[in-house]
């Protein structure tokens, strides 16, 4: 008897395990997308990005050389994927009766473009990269890293745009506020301050565009 339960009880448990993939929270949905980008949901398998996708939470999403995607989230917030980009939906929590909750995306390679919804109006939306934590409010920006922006590691640099709104960039080097559309913050590694605010051209806008 006491085999049978434990049988039982491995059998519903792998169950489970098998479908928790399907049953991860859905954050968003892809609404554009150009070959090729992949998706992992977490526990699931690679795939390719499709529109109208769900996008989950903790899911990874990776654009080729070639692809790029747009996601809008539950509150109305939007993250245009560049080519050869690798980041992480890591955290997202919304409720839409009081409009409060909380995003992180963590970006390790590439770039994105974030255009704000209602966490964003609240100051909830943190982008992570490897050289820096940058706060988000009421804003749209530009964020890239790589190994192309100057940098004192392999891990290469960060580089924020400001295209709107009061962003704020910290690591362990210090903290440093860009309040002005236009203005651009290149910072090298973790342990290093950001640099100053820097205005770039119009054509330099277009191009991260």
Same mark, same amino acid.
């Given at each position: 008897?006491? #085999?049978?339960?434990?049988?039982?009880?491995?059998?519903?448990?792998?169950?489970? /395990?098998?479908?928790?993939?399907?049953?991860?929270?859905?954050?968003?949905?892809?609404?554009?997308?150009?070959?090729?980008?992949?998706?992992?949901? =977490?526990?699931?398998?690679?795939?390719?990005?499709?529109?109208?996708?769900?996008?989950?939470?903790?899911?990874?999403?990776?654009?080729?050389? !070639?692809?790029?995607?747009?996601?809008?989230?539950?509150?109305?917030?939007?993250?245009? &994927?560049?080519?050869?980009?690798?980041?992480?939906?890591?955290?997202?929590?919304?409720? =839409?009766?009081?409009?409060?909750?909380?995003?992180?995306?963590?970006?390790? @390679?590439?770039?994105?473009?974030?255009? $704000?919804? %209602?966490?964003?109006? @609240? #100051?909830?939306?943190?982008?992570?990269?490897?050289?820096?934590?940058?706060?988000?409010? $009421?804003?749209?920006?530009?964020?890239?890293? $790589?190994?192309?922006?100057?940098?004192?590691?392999? #891990? #290469?640099?960060? %580089?924020?745009?400001? %295209?709107?709104?009061?962003?704020?960039?910290?690591?362990?080097?210090?903290?440093?506020?860009?309040?002005?559309?236009?203005?651009?913050?290149? &910072?090298?590694?973790?342990?290093?301050? =950001?640099? @100053?605010?820097?205005?770039? !051209?119009? /054509? %330099?806008?277009?191009?991260?565009?």
């Amino acid at each position: 008897m006491v #085999g049978k339960f434990k049988s039982i009880i491995l059998t519903l448990a792998t169950v489970l /395990a098998v479908a928790a993939p399907a049953m991860a929270q859905q954050v968003g949905t892809a609404t554009a997308v150009n070959p090729a980008t992949e998706s992992t949901p =977490p526990g699931g398998s690679t795939t390719m990005l499709t529109v109208g996708a769900r996008v989950v939470h903790k899911e990874r999403i990776h654009s080729s050389p !070639t692809g790029s995607v747009q996601l809008l989230f539950l509150d109305r917030s939007t993250l245009n &994927i560049a080519p050869n980009t690798s980041l992480v939906i890591d955290e997202f929590v919304y409720d =839409p009766a009081s409009n409060s909750g909380h995003m992180l995306t963590k970006l390790t @390679q590439g770039t994105l473009q974030y255009i $704000g919804g %209602q966490l964003s109006h @609240q #100051g909830a939306v943190t982008i992570e990269t490897p050289a820096a934590v940058i706060g988000i409010r $009421g804003a749209t920006l530009n964020v890239s890293h $790589g190994d192309n922006i100057a940098s004192g590691n392999a #891990g #290469g640099g960060t %580089q924020v745009l400001s %295209q709107y709104g009061q962003i704020t960039i910290t690591n362990a080097g210090g903290t440093i506020t860009i309040t002005r559309p236009g203005f651009m913050v290149t &910072i090298t590694n973790w342990n290093t301050p =950001p640099g @100053q605010p820097v205005q770039v !051209t119009a /054509a %330099q806008i277009a191009q991260y565009i």
